[in-house]
């Protein structure tokens, strides 16, 4: 078995019941090898759930080019980009959100970097899309959307005002996003956004 299969059983196993509860020897079972023999590809715990959180980051990173692959516009790349971080969020759960916070501060804080660099970097490059199409304003602030929508999607996220499920609805994202589109969309955009709205993303 190699490495890189390892790291995907570990993903599975940690969506599924989370990090804490899940041990050395928990994975040694689930993937048929000893726990010596998975001490071969991995020195202790901390070092597996560094290479988990790299596999997610790398996950996630093909989801976005998968996306920019479809050459979509501003409206219909946005709600793509939406959907999928609130898939991958609901697959996270609680349980891994609260393990990594808690137990491994460091590949939290390396997640959570990366999700705001990445979120941030994605919306200034469809705030250009939208502006080149003639859907969103020439003047809107590109840094300044940028960091009103990491604040507005971290704040969703930690705010004691929303849980897990109910950030993670269908209603909420679409109101979300929608909410920052009204704020960036020129007439034809916010024309374009109500036709997806009825017809396209049925909301």
């Given at each position: ?10 993903c ?37 759930v ?41 697959s ?112």
């Open positions: 078995m190699e490495r890189d299969s390892i790291v995907q059983k570990v599975d196993l940690y969506h599924k019941y989370g990090i804490k509860s899940v041990t050395m020897s928990d994975i040694a079972n689930q993937i048929g090898v000893s726990k010596k023999t998975l001490y071969n590809f991995f020195k202790d715990k901390e070092e597996l560094e290479q988990y959180v790299e596999c997610d980051i790398k996950m996630l990173d093909d989801e976005f080019e998968a996306i920019f692959a479809k050459n979509y516009d501003a409206l219909d790349e946005l709600f793509a980009i939406n959907k999928m971080i609130q898939h991958k969020i609901q996270l759960g609680h349980a891994v959100l609260f393990d990594l916070k808690k137990y491994y501060p460091k590949q939290y804080r390396r997640f959570a970097d990366y999700r705001r660099e990445r979120v941030m970097a994605n919306v200034r490059s469809n705030i250009r899309k939208g502006k080149s199409s003639g859907l969103y304003r020439s003047d809107v602030d590109e840094e300044l959307m940028c960091k009103l929508h990491v604040v507005r999607l971290e704040g969703m996220l930690t705010s004691e005002a929303f849980t897990l499920e109910n950030f993670t609805t269908d209603e909420a994202f679409l109101n979300s996003m929608i909410y920052h589109i009204r704020g960036v969309a020129t007439e034809q955009g916010i024309k374009a956004l109500e036709e997806k709205c009825k017809v396209k993303w049925n909301f």
